[in-house]
């Protein structure tokens, strides 16, 4: 190994362990995939798409540990670059489904932002976060000198991507928190008299961006510390604040589908005696 060249890894990849979660992640996202062909939520296949840039991932892993200690360069590009963006693609789902659940409960006055900016500046951010972390992981992950050119370009991006992300997460947590308290205090008709599925995925917003915090502080500091810090030094460490944060977004939005509260077209379904003045504020 060259005197700067970045060590792959500090441990051994588990075969087993990468195998074990490549396939829990694929099935479910093959889960999701299913449910949004089912229920025709193709505005939500972003979801599903996480679960199997997470899968192909983990397979990236499982084709190093059969290399130790030559581990080829391009399953551990793959893997880093891969599994590090693909939790951006968690947080756009979701800015979908808020958007949906603003318009039709007839929120859209409780709604900090308007509504026609709301999903263009948080995907467009998150498209930035993607892009970031997805073109600086795979320049670190294939540079064999972090000082130096592209290796040093990508050792400044990847950190920038990822606190653009912990940054619009928190954004959102608190736009929904405005949203939440707004039209407890002042329902709207259709909110007051729809089936109530609706709140129970603003609490999972709340859940599942506090995880997407979680995992991003997690993968910040273990850049930051380095290829030799001590986050890096064990994989119990990555499964623990990456891979399990996310699949338990993941179950948890395939528990409980979108579908429950929208139709195919994205609109909130209603309860018969919703009125047909369904954005009428209440007095």
């Known amino acids: 190994m060259a005197e700067h060249e ?26 999701q995939l299913w449910q949004n062909k089912k229920w025709k939520t193709w505005w939500f296949i972003p979801f599903a798409l996480c679960g199997f840039g997470e899968a192909l991932g983990w397979v990236g892993r499982f084709i190093n540990s059969r290399q130790a200690p030559d581990y080829a360069t391009f399953p551990y590009a793959a893997q880093f670059c891969i599994i590090l963006a693909s939790p951006v693609l968690l947080s756009s789902s979701m800015y979908l489904v808020m958007a949906r659940i603003v318009v039709a409960t007839g929120g859209e006055a409780h709604f900090p932002i308007k509504m ?53 997460s928190v954004v959102f947590i608190v736009v929904t928190a405005i949203f939440h308290v707004r039209i407890t205090r002042n329902p709207t008709v259709r909110s007051s008299t729809m089936s109530r599925d609706w709140m129970q995925f603003i609490w999972f917003f709340y859940l599942s961006n506090i995880l997407l915090i979680v995992r991003n502080v997690f993968r910040m500091v273990e850049f930051l510390q380095g290829p030799i810090g001590t986050l890096n030094s064990k994989e119990y460490y990555f499964v623990l604040f990456d891979s399990l944060p996310i699949f338990i977004i993941m179950a948890l939005f395939s528990f409980r589908h979108p579908h429950l509260v929208t139709n195919s077209r994205g609109s909130l379904l209603l309860d018969e005696e919703t009125p047909g003045n369904a954005y009428e504020m209440r007095k």
């Open 116 to 168: 026609k900016w709301f999903t263009k500046a948080f995907c467009g951010g998150d498209s930035s976060s993607l892009g970031m972390m997805g073109i600086g992981g795979a320049l670190f992950a294939s540079s064999s000198d972090p000082s130096k050119g592209l290796g040093n370009f990508a050792a400044k991006i990847v950190p920038a991507g990822i606190g653009h992300h912990i940054i619009f």
């Open 6 to 31: 970045i060590p792959k890894y500090i441990y051994e990849p588990n075969s087993i362990l990468a195998g074990a979660v490549a396939a829990v992640f694929g099935n479910i996202a093959l889960l």
